[in-house]
């Protein structure tokens, strides 16, 4: 078999990861954000997403844009589960003006991912949040929560939503101007028919394609480059999901899913779109 170690290691500079898990967290980590930007640093990449499904990660990427003397920068977000009182456009309007660039739906507390019981780690009873009003439609809050992540010009992203959720929510997102992602349409809570991921695709949002799915197995490699080629380079991008402890870290997995993508035959070019330049659209830098 053909060794794409150096290929990957190439394609990889000056690359991003818009989704990796660091401590400080409530849930066990591999790595601090300082050890991430250093070893994706090392490894060329610009940029990184710091995830928390319980609090806003702004002040830790500036903290760590500061002190980390790092190539690499890292990006702040916020997911709307209970710890920032859920849906609430208050939370996402303050972390947005401190410079977050992502705004995921909730994940943990999500009433779709709550279905299927808690997640590890999971340490507290509570409902579980939806986007729906009684009638089937979108909450008004989640209105005001589309129409200001626009006015920052920041994505929002479906999080852990049920597909029928998350459908709505990309839809409606696009009608209003919002730059939108579909989060992990692989992974078992989330999954979302490919044919509706090519729909959402035409319809300018963003696909998530994330190597943790591929690793626990919810997708093999073929599948996921089957779809990729199905919805095109231009309209997803690859993330690791990467940083829960015991997992090897995430620019070690990145450097592994770029392998696997050039494995199953896709070009630098395609490689380049989904690691380089939609990550770049959806942190607004282009």
Known sequence: MKNFDDKASELMKGGYDLHIHTLPSVFPRSLDCFQLVKEASQAGMKGVVLKSHYESTVARAILVNQYGHAETKAYGAVALNWPVGGLNVYAVENALRFGAKIIWMPTRDAANSLT??????????????????????????????????????????????????????????????????????????????????????????????????????????????????????????ITTDRGQKGSPHPTIEMHRFVCALLEQGLKDSEIRDLIHNVPEVILGLE
């Open 116 to 237: 299927f019981g808690n997640m590890s780690g999971d340490f507290f009873d509570r409902p579980g949040i939806t986007v729906l009003d009684q009638k089937g439609h979108l909450k008004n809050c989640v209105y005001e929560i589309m129409d200001v992540v626009k006015r920052y010009d920041a994505t929002l992203a479906s999080g852990h939503l049920s597909p029928e959720e998350s459908v709505l929510l990309c839809k409606e997102g696009r009608r209003r101007g919002v730059r939108m992602v579909l989060t992990h349409p692989e992974f078992s809570r989330t999954i979302v028919p490919a044919g509706i991921q090519e729909e959402l695709a035409k319809e300018g949002v963003f696909i998530e394609k994330v190597w943790l799915n591929v690793v626990q197995k919810s997708v093999s490699i073929e599948q996921m480059v089957s779809t990729i080629r199905r919805i095109g380079s231009s309209s997803a991008f």
